[in-house]
């Protein structure tokens, strides 16, 4: 079981990238995903999150406009599109699974928010330059 961001790198301010979080060893339409930052001597938060059909997203405040949560459960793929990205938008980047059952009960902005998730992914390293 296992979940793997990718798509990290360097941009300079203004600029975009893309990120993918790549399921294997379980089917990824079951679970909601969220994404999630940590960054350098900072505690890790809640970035989005998207229900299993994706039909449902969430963003918080300080990403909402610039980021778009998708995801494709035919590749098993979800991604974060991250455009107009910002110095503060530096670190690392995670992706996480939780039950869709327990996601809709939770609802999306507590399962981000309050990091309700139970299958982590390594992470990316997203750097943004002034």
């Known amino acids: 079981v296992q979940l793997q961001a990718s798509g990290g790198g360097l941009v300079q301010a203004g600029g975009s990238l893309r990120l993918s979080c790549t399921i294997s060893g379980f089917k990824g339409d079951n679970y909601a995903i969220g994404w999630f930052r940590q960054a350098p001597g900072k505690e890790r938060e809640g970035v989005s999150g998207i229900n299993p059909s994706g039909d449902s997203t969430y963003y918080v405040d300080s990403v909402k406009g610039r980021f778009t949560i998708s995801r494709d459960n035919a590749k098993n793929t979800i991604y974060l599109q991250m455009d107009n990205l910002k110095p503060q938008d530096t670190a690392t980047y995670f992706c996480?699974?939780?039950?869709?059952?327990?996601?809709?009960?939770?609802?999306?902005?507590?399962?981000?928010?309050?990091?309700?998730?139970?299958?982590w992914g390594q992470g990316t390293l997203v750097t943004v330059s002034s």
């Open positions: 996480a699974a939780v039950l869709g059952i327990w996601a809709q009960t939770l609802g999306l902005e507590r399962v981000v928010k309050t990091k309700a998730v139970d299958k």
